[in-house]
């Protein structure tokens, strides 16, 4: 049992990949996770806000000056209450706060939001009640802040949720369907696959064909479950969740691919691509909203397909928009999906030839 023990020990000592990756991965994970969660967990949240300012008296003037002080350069400013209303519908602004004046001795306050965001109007709601008080010196209960969402009311969290899971699941998928490539060329029958088919570009793209179609049946059973809490939906919108999840999947068969490519063990790549998937399902808001994330990260997660997927859902399925938010995620996760099949076929050449 002991020389069976050292025997393992040594084998593990010289696998220097997979040293890295059982050993390192895990803390790194660990400090990931504790920055994009520990500042909502606080209450330190970075939040964008929307001002309109509508009153015209010093009063307003000072109070408008309150909220840029409290918001920094997470403020927005507008020029129309109906501009106002935009900015927090189509995401730019995750609350907004219109300013108007009145005969009272502080200015009428009201914070927006769009449904789904009630954390964030609620934070909001308590830095104005703060700057309401120290710019007019007034207790918060003497001018309560007024709260009123826009748009369309209903249960967002289903479309949110429904699009997280399923991007999330679409990258666990494609990230272990394309292992059975490194079983293929481990075992010899890649190379006498790629004779038969004429190459290795036909054998990849096969792969990234079959897992593409799993991933679209895959995001489609989950949608079908979220289908009777969802918003009537127009046939359009039918047509462009299919093709928003054809690119996603196509996406995250690229990107499985690719990775798997450059391993040379299941042992490398089984971490790695845990690893790989809870990060970019982190960064992307599969795990919790991105408004509660740091700036810094929030910024970071339109590096990853997950944000894209996320914002392309909710502006097809909720908001009933096709317009550029929706383009730009279809140009996202095809060039990703793309590039990936690349990078897998460059790698899987270089790793016959090895």
């Known amino acids: 049992m002991i020389a069976l023990f050292i025997a393992l020990g040594r084998s ?29 967990a606080r209450g330190d949240v970075d939040l964008r806000v929307a001002l309109y300012d509508g009153a015209t008296d010093a009063r307003g003037a000072a109070f408008a000056r309150g909220v840029g002080e ?10 129309s209450l ?32 769009a449904a789904g965001r009630e954390v964030a109007a609620a934070a909001v709601a308590g830095q104005i009640g703060g700057v309401l008080e120290a710019s007019t010196g007034r207790g ?26 399923s991007i999330m699941f679409v990258f666990f998928a494609a990230m272990h369907g394309a292992m059975t490539g490194l079983d293929e060329r481990r075992s010899g029958l890649q190379a006498r696959l790629s004779l038969l088919a004429g190459g290795l570009a036909p054998l990849v793209a096969g792969r990234l064909l079959w897992l593409t179609a799993v991933g679209v049946v ?31 999947a196509f996406a995250a068969a ?18 790695l691509s845990t690893f790989l998937v809870l990060l970019l399902a982190a960064l992307g808001g599969s795990m919790a909203p991105r408004f509660l994330m740091p700036e810094a ?28 938010a929706v383009l730009s995620a279809w140009a996202v996760l095809a060039v990703t999906g793309a590039v990936g099949f690349g990078i897998a076929l460059t790698l899987e050449r270089r790793q016959m030839r090895a």
């Open 70 to 79: 409290a918001f920094g350069d997470g403020l927005i400013k507008v020029a």
């Open 82 to 113: 109906s501009e106002l209303e935009t900015a927090v519908l189509d995401g730019r602004a995750d609350a907004g706060v219109a300013l108007g004046g009145g005969e009272q001795a502080a200015p009428s306050v009201e914070v927006l939001t």
């Open 218 to 248: 895959q995001s489609a059973v989950v949608f079908a479950v979220a289908l009777p809490r969802l918003p009537a939906l127009e046939p359009w919108q039918g047509a462009a969740w299919l093709a928003t999840t054809g690119l996603a």
């Open 140 to 165: 918060r209960g003497d001018d309560p802040v007024a709260r009123r969402t826009v748009g369309r009311a209903g249960d967002v969290q289903v479309v949110y949720y429904a699009g997280a899971v």
């Open 254 to 271: 690229g990107v499985g691919l690719a990775v798997i490519g450059a391993c040379r063990t299941r042992e490398q790549a089984q971490p």
């Open 12 to 40: 593990v000592l010289r696998d220097r990949a997979g040293l890295v990756m059982t050993f390192l991965l895990p803390p790194l994970v660990f400090l990931l996770f504790a920055a994009i969660f520990g500042a909502s």
């Open 297 to 324: 990260f929030r910024r970071l997660g339109w590096a990853t397909p997950h944000a894209w997927v996320i914002e392309a859902y909710q502006s097809l399925l909720w908001r009933g928009s096709f317009g550029a």
